[in-house]
């Protein structure tokens, strides 16, 4: 079993700060790279940030500047830290971990439940 759990989320007012965290766990070779999506009803999910386990990064056009992903590889766990938060980015954040079992296996998708993040006043 791999697990894969958000923690983090809450309510916070426009323009504060938050940090969510995704720490992998179980039966998992190697995490080849870790993302961070969001969902609001009636959208379609939405890639915030990606890492590597090299360190490169990538990040939605909406949050350049403001949001930073970062990992720690040894602890398989990544974060998410978000600062000047709009509305606009109240949504279920959703942690990815894209890896493999062993080290001939085919890599895979593994997600977690899902962390609230709400941004009002």
């Known amino acids: 079993q791999v697990q894969v759990v958000e923690s983090g989320g809450g309510l916070v007012q426009p323009g504060g700060s938050l940090r969510l965290s995704c720490a992998v766990s179980?039966?998992?070779?190697?995490?080849?790279?870790m993302r961070w999506y969001r969902q609001t009803p009636g959208k379609q999910r939405e890639l915030v940030a990606g890492?590597?386990?090299?360190?490169?990064?990538n990040y939605a056009d909406s949050v350049k500047g403001r949001f930073t992903i970062s990992r720690d590889n040894a602890k398989n766990t990544v974060y998410l830290q978000m600062n000047s938060l709009k509305p606009e980015d109240t949504a279920v954040y959703y942690c990815?971990?894209?890896?493999?079992?062993?080290?001939?296996?085919?890599?895979?998708?593994?997600w977690g439940q899902g962390t609230q993040v709400t941004v009002s006043s």
């Open positions: 179980g039966s998992i070779f190697s995490i080849y790279a």
């Open positions: 890492t590597t386990k090299g360190g490169s990064t």
């Open positions: 990815n971990a894209y890896g493999s079992r062993t080290y001939s296996s085919v890599p895979e998708d593994y």
